[in-house]
């Protein structure tokens, strides 16, 4: 039978029975079941099939990606990628939205199924369950799952393994220090989903807590954008988290919206690991650390997979995942702990009313500074945030000694600031060790505050309060920018050079340097590890290391001074090729980073240690209530950052000789 009998048999025209068979236009239901009717008792259905696969096997035929929205940045970027990698071998590219609506897809797909050009699908399905796509097996058309899946074990999928990506976004909070972790996941029925919370809940048994502590929020994001940020805020009110882990790249835009409305600051009062690395992440105050998706590494498996069925190649494993990988910038903190195991708390968690600061006003206090060494800007800059603080309330400075890192010239000095009677003093000591006895003495008749480091023996209640950059992250973020400057090696090659003196602050910073390479970085060895005690001993140190170890592609040096002499060995040693990584902004180390030495920093904020100094000093002589540990976020400097960061952490323009 023709098509025209067809006609005749259904009394319609021709027109009308071709507009059925290739569904391209508005047929009435009862119109459509005759002519099938008819199609398929005369056999014609037969006809049409070997006419559809002749048709699809011509490279004029379309692919079809159909997804769920194109308004997220992973579905529009895998569109593009796909589409790539279609018209390479001459097909055509379609994409169709389902809005994650199960009858909008089913519509797609039966349209689909029944084009005669249709060769391929994509899909990134709204059900996981397979008896909502039978019609789509029986039509025997190559499809591949992307992103999402059908959970049958016939279908091919290319995944990426968000289990593994949020367990471990999860865990680096949990081993920051974190004890609440919100995790914010968008509410679907996907199994991709399912997959990220299991992820979330692996971290928290893996850190020796129970599901129970679990703080999950599903966030519809089909709903308007001020309900969604409401939603967001009323989570986090509810959970009280310090940090948060989110499950898309929309709903990180929309956390961002809502802890701006809630008045809270980022990495400050909130830690933030985002999803997908998108170019605006990077241009974020501050830059957000995000789960990144090689959105074109599945496109081409992917393309590859599909284009194997389509040409009856040997099929490729069920499931295949792309790469996913945690990047961490400064959106994170670490929870820092003090000397005796306080937790830090953030110097905006110290105020003074009125009433107190009328108080000092009228109380003529007086306070003396004994500092290691102020033959820097670091420490002139603690000085003015000293300064710049105490002369708000009318509080003087008596003395300013300097040790030249020398311990018993220290003591000496203690001796000097004790016949002055001070009111309170602010130290930072010179050796935890052998300046313990001397600060002890001094505890019995003032207030003390030390900056950086308490002296061993010393318990709660023999000083006030201790500001410090948190040395852990300090350690943790040079690190992490050894890491990732050495990440594409095989085989990469460091050397620690250390601060061999017994000081804490300096002891916690080496060691989480050392701990981030050796857990986060399996391609780097740490073949030299040698600490000096004075500092000129760096350089010694430095020329004896590479020289036994000429095969070093990177340093590590505790701090920028002993730095400088280890760049000077390196000079004299004409090993211009290692790239040194250490702590601490100053003018002579910025020049060593200009040209080209020095690759990276992590830095104290030593204005701001000055100023929450001179503010524990202030409410200590009105108040009881001084936290015991108070914790500054240290400042990451990259070679190409160095202006902004001279301004953020000097309060001034980069010197032209800099720039």
Not at 229 to 255: C, D, E, H, W
Not at 533 to 538: G, L, Y
Request: aromatic share 8%; charged share 25%; net charge negative.
């Amino acid at each position: 039978m023709t098509i025209k009998e067809i006609a005749a048999k259904a009394g319609v025209s021709i027109a009308t029975v071709s507009h059925v068979i290739n569904h391209t236009r508005y047929v009435s239901p009862e119109l459509v079941d005759k002519i099938e009717a008819i199609i398929e008792e005369s056999g014609y259905s037969e006809k049409i099939k070997k006419k559809v696969q002749k048709i699809r096997s011509g490279r004029s035929s379309q692919i079809v990606a159909v997804l769920p929205n194109i308004k997220s940045a992973l579905y529009c970027d895998l569109c593009n990628q796909l589409q790539a990698y279609a018209t390479s071998q001459g097909y055509q590219f379609y994409t169709a939205v389902s809005n994650d609506n199960l009858e909008e897809e089913h519509s797609i797909l039966k349209n689909l199924v029944s084009s005669a050009k249709t060769i391929g699908i994509f899909l990134s399905p709204t059900s996981s369950n397979p008896s909502d796509y039978s019609f789509l097996y029986e039509s025997e058309i190559p499809f591949i799952c992307v992103e999402r899946y059908i959970d049958d074990d016939i279908t091919p999928r290319i995944l990426f393994d968000y289990h593994a990506a949020f367990q471990s976004a999860t865990s680096y909070f949990f081993e920051s220090g974190h004890e609440n972790v919100l995790f914010l996941v968008e509410k679907t029925d996907s199994l991709a989903k399912q997959e990220k919370i299991a992820g979330y809940e692996k971290a928290l048994l893996c850190a020796n807590r129970t599901l129970s502590n679990s703080c999950i929020a599903e966030i519809s994001l089909y709903q308007s954008y001020d309900l969604i940020s409401l939603n967001i805020q009323k989570s986090i009110s509810r959970y009280l988290p310090t940090a948060i882990v989110t499950g898309g790249n929309r709903l990180t835009m929309f956390l961002l919206k809502a802890l701006r409305e809630l008045g809270k600051d980022c990495p400050r009062d909130i830690s933030i690991i985002g999803f997908d690395d998108m170019l605006w992440c990077e241009l974020t105050a501050p830059p957000l650390s995000c789960i990144h998706r090689d959105i074109r590494q599945m496109a081409e498996l992917a393309s590859q997979a599909l284009f194997d069925r389509i040409n009856h190649l040997p099929a490729s494993p069920l499931a295949r995942y792309a790469d996913v990988h945690l990047i961490l910038r400064d959106s994170t903190r670490m929870i820092d702990n003090g000397p005796l195991g306080e937790q830090a708390v953030s110097p905006d968690s110290i105020s003074l009313s009125a009433e107190e600061k009328a108080l000092l006003k009228k109380g003529h206090y007086q306070v003396a500074v004994s500092f290691h060494y102020t033959g820097t800007a670091w420490a002139a800059l603690h000085q003015k945030g000293i300064r710049d603080e105490l002369e708000q309330y009318g509080i003087d400075i008596i003395s300013t000694m300097d040790a030249h890192f020398d311990p018993v010239l220290q003591n000496m000095q203690l001796e000097s600031i004790k016949m002055q009677h001070p009111d309170a003093v602010i130290a930072i000591p010179s050796d935890d060790v052998e300046t313990g006895p001397a600060f002890q003495e001094l505890s019995r008749m003032t207030r003390l505050v030390f900056l950086s480091n308490v002296p061993q023996n010393f318990n709660r209640n023999d000083y006030v309060s201790c500001i410090s950059v948190n040395e852990r992250e300090n350690g943790t973020n040079t690190g992490r920018m050894i890491g990732e400057y050495l990440k594409d090696k095989a085989h990469a090659k460091v050397g620690f050079i250390i601060h061999g003196a017994m000081f804490y602050g300096t002891t916690e910073r080496d060691n989480y340097a050392e701990k981030t390479l050796r857990e986060s970085y399996p391609n780097i060895e740490i073949i030299a590890r040698k600490g000096f005690i004075q500092i000129e001993n760096a350089y010694k140190v430095c020329l004896e290391m590479v020289t036994e170890h000429p095969d070093i592609q990177a340093l590590y040096v505790s701090w920028d001074r002993p730095a400088l002499l280890a760049i000077k060995a390196l000079k004299a040693l004409n090993r211009t090729d290692i790239a040194v990584f250490t702590t601490d902004l100053d003018f002579e180390i910025a020049d060593e980073m200009n040209k080209g030495f020095v690759k990276g920093l992590s830095t104290q904020r030593p204005y701001d240690q000055g100023k929450a100094a001179a503010l524990a000093v202030a409410k200590s002589l009105v108040s009881d209530n001084v936290p015991k540990y108070i914790g500054v976020q240290p400042y990451v400097v990259h070679e190409k950052q160095l202006k902004r960061a001279w301004k953020d952490i000097f309060f001034e323009a980069l010197p032209e000789e800099l720039g």
